[in-house]
């Protein structure tokens, strides 16, 4: 098996993976000034896409310019996910270099989708493919790939539990009393299928995730401090996974919120595939309990005068409804700013926390609200990714999609693993 790493190596953005020059998985781009895309322009004979981010799809429908028609296999979230997040690319960046692709061939897109369950074995280039639940987002896959001789493990993004509590059991629970681990709005990854070799990502290889629980107690105590001295809760998430999960998590501490941005859409889009999520019925009792944003007659602007929460994009501050939020708040030292995820370098959200200082629409403002970060991630973390990979001890490690994914081989490879981080543009053998 030939694996050639045309994105996503030695970096996070642009995933993308070509098995025997023919099988083709994910086709990301990573945002930034000016975006890039993988690497080498391909035209495999199909492709499979393990969830519907930015990173992991966003170049997708590219791959159907021309009479270039590969069928692209992926789950049902994952698919309506990659059209929302590529009409949205194209109404902000159409007929620009940010924009890889027409609307003609996002239209194409519909017509070679083809959807597939958890479980569901297919054939794909002449490969056998069978997805597994991640554990990242809805419709998050692993995805195995056999060529008769080799079987390789694609990970993706993805989630394996870790620290949930503080004592030895987690101490949240479901509406039916089941404890719960990691997120609230997908199940971890539990699914160990046997491989040769291993494309495993390391977003997160040198952290220790907080105690779950802690965090969503942090957060919550926080919230209704604020609310009870009289400020306004503006929380920055992501649309995809991140505004679901804050929204479940304000439902479950009995918080009222309102929900703004591309993740109203995301969330009742989700909310019609309950079978990949944890819990449909408690998504769906969590979206009722938020009261979703218009924009009209200045809406925005009289709720940022309210004694109240707002879960909005976007997560890193650089673009969205959270520009019309952070304007009208950030006066006040009883507001508050509740980031949410992980903050690039050079983004917004980045130097808010860095500096006390915002740019937004060109602009750099001083912030006297309160800042706040905390880390809902939906990654594997350091512990999550070696108990992983402990069940691949005879496997070949791939380590990609991380920003120190040459140390952590180096780790694993002084660990007993055959393990390495290869470069763009490399072929690996097996």
């Not at 390789?152 to 719960?180: M, N």
């Not at 479940?248 to 019609?272: E, F, N, P, R, S």
């Not at 944003?293 to 909005?312: L, S």
Request: glycine share 10%; aromatic share 6%.
């Amino acid at each position: 098996m030939d694996i050639r790493f045309l994105g996503g190596a030695r970096e996070v953005g642009r995933s993308a993976i070509l098995v025997n020059d023919r099988l083709l998985l994910d086709y990301g781009m990573k945002t930034g000034t000016p975006p890039q895309f993988p690497v080498d322009s391909v035209d495999p004979e199909a492709v499979v896409v393990s969830h519907g981010h930015l990173d992991h799809v966003g170049a997708i429908p590219s791959l159907l310019s021309g009479d270039r028609r590969p069928p692209i296999h992926w789950t049902p979230p994952t698919r309506e996910l990659a059209l929302t997040l590529a009409r949205d690319t194209l109404k902000l960046h159409g007929g620009s270099y940010r924009c890889p692709f027409t609307e003609t061939e996002v239209k194409r897109v519909t017509q070679v989708s083809e959807t597939h369950g958890y479980a569901d074995t297919f054939e794909a280039a002449d490969h056998e493919i069978t997805f597994y639940n991640a554990g990242h987002i809805p419709g998050s896959a692993h995805v195995l790939v056999d060529d008769g001789d080799t079987r390789l493990l694609y990970t993706g993004d993805f989630h394996a539990g870790g620290p949930e509590s503080d004592g030895d059991t987690p101490d949240r629970t479901d509406r039916r009393g089941e404890p719960i681990r990691g997120q609230r709005l997908v199940s971890e990854s539990t699914a160990r299928p046997d491989a040769d070799v291993v494309v495993c990502e390391s977003t997160y290889s040198d952290v220790t995730h907080e105690a779950r629980d802690r965090i969503e107690s942090a957060f919550a105590e926080s919230v209704r401090t604020t609310l009870w001295e009289g400020g306004t809760v503006v929380v920055p998430a992501f649309a995809i996974g991140r505004t679901q999960e804050m929204l479940m998590v304000c439902d479950a501490h009995d918080i009222d919120c309102y929900v703004d941005g591309m993740g109203k859409g995301v969330t009742q889009m989700l909310a019609q595939y309950p079978e990949f999520v944890r819990d449909g019925e408690t998504l769906q009792r969590a979206q009722s309990n938020a009261r979703f944003v218009t924009g009209r007659d200045g809406q925005r602007k009289r709720i940022a005068d309210k004694n109240t929460v707002v879960v909005t994009t976007s997560g890193m501050l650089s673009g969205g409804p959270a520009m019309t939020y952070i304007p009208e708040i950030r006066n006040l030292p009883v507001n508050k700013i509740a980031l949410t995820g992980y903050q690039v370098e050079g983004t917004p959200g980045r130097n808010l926390l860095d500096s006390g200082r915002a740019e937004i629409d060109g602009r750099v403002m001083p912030v006297s609200a309160q800042v706040e970060s905390y880390d809902f991630s939906a990654h594997a973390d350091r512990t999550g990714l070696l108990d992983f990979l402990d069940s691949y001890r005879d496997a070949r490690i791939l380590v990609n999609h991380g920003d120190r994914c040459e140390p952590f081989a180096d780790e694993l490879a002084a660990d007993g693993f055959d393990a390495v981080a290869p470069e763009l543009g490399d072929v690996c053998r097996q």
